[in-house]
């Protein structure tokens, strides 16, 4: 039997919709990290299957409005004359059908749309959510999980451990900018400050292959996410179907 035959990954597909969402409250997790809860009557019917799906943003123009796509058969088309909004794609990191309220988390890193909309965000505010147009379903029959990324990932990360059961063996890191971005997450978490030696990317390197099945799962910088994958698949020998390297944004 295959490795793919023994996990198969399901990839599920949703009807997209474009949201007009409100603000309802703005947490600060960390001192560059804001929870930002979103509730609203297009919220009703959301779907995330997956605790790394993705929605995508937009975010207002000058003038304050959002300027939301429609999909056509060759894309997203904006009507004639106007500025389309600016759009990032976020994960989903909490969504409760019983109140109708979405969660996003937003690192706060000084410049770019989100950053920059996410520093001032008030109650009332409006943002348009696209999406999720699909889910990546990783079974749960592995014998271990390796969850590694930087403070992009975290949501996905924090979302992961919490749908988890209990018993799942799981491995997780984190790099964050400094201690003070620490959060409190569902299980053991062991935390990187990005300079500082061991880096994470030497400690993936060095950590033991945990027996049985593992899935590796890693969200960083693009290329860094690449060299990672690399290093897992062609230098370790782990099986390319049992990782997923994902780069969560990319450096200039």
Do not use: C
């Amino acid at each position: 039997m295959s490795a793919t035959d023994r996990h198969a990954i399901q990839r599920v597909r949703h009807e997209l919709k474009m949201r007009l969402l409100e603000v309802t409250r703005v947490t600060r997790l960390t001192p560059h990290m804001v929870r930002v809860t979103l509730s609203g009557a297009d919220l009703e019917g959301f779907v995330s299957a997956s605790p790394d799906d993705h929605v995508k943003l937009f975010f207002p123009v000058e003038d304050g409005a959002i300027n939301r796509p429609t999909m056509g058969p060759d894309g997203p088309v904006y009507p004639e004359g106007v500025t389309p909004s600016p759009a990032r794609d976020y994960t989903p990191r909490r969504y409760d059908a019983t109140t109708n309220e979405l969660d996003l988390d937003f690192v706060l890193h000084g410049e770019g749309p989100a950053s920059t909309w996410a520093e001032s965000v008030k109650v009332g505010d409006k943002l348009g959510v696209g999406g999720p147009r699909g889910s990546m379903i990783v079974p749960d029959d592995y014998d271990h999980y390796v969850l590694v990324g930087d403070e992009t990932a975290l949501p996905a990360i924090g979302r992961w451990l919490e749908e988890m059961p209990s018993t799942t063996s799981v491995t997780v890191f984190a790099e964050i900018a400094s201690l003070e971005e620490k959060q409190s997450l569902r299980r053991d978490v062991r935390w990187f400050v990005r300079g500082e030696s061991p880096s994470m990317d030497e400690a993936l390197a060095a950590l033991p292959i945990p027996p049985g099945d593992t899935f590796w799962w890693v969200a960083t910088e693009s290329k860094r996410a690449r060299t990672l994958r690399s290093l897992l698949v062609e230098t370790r020998g782990i099986d390319k179907d049992w990782v997923k390297a994902t780069g969560y944004w990319q450096a200039d």
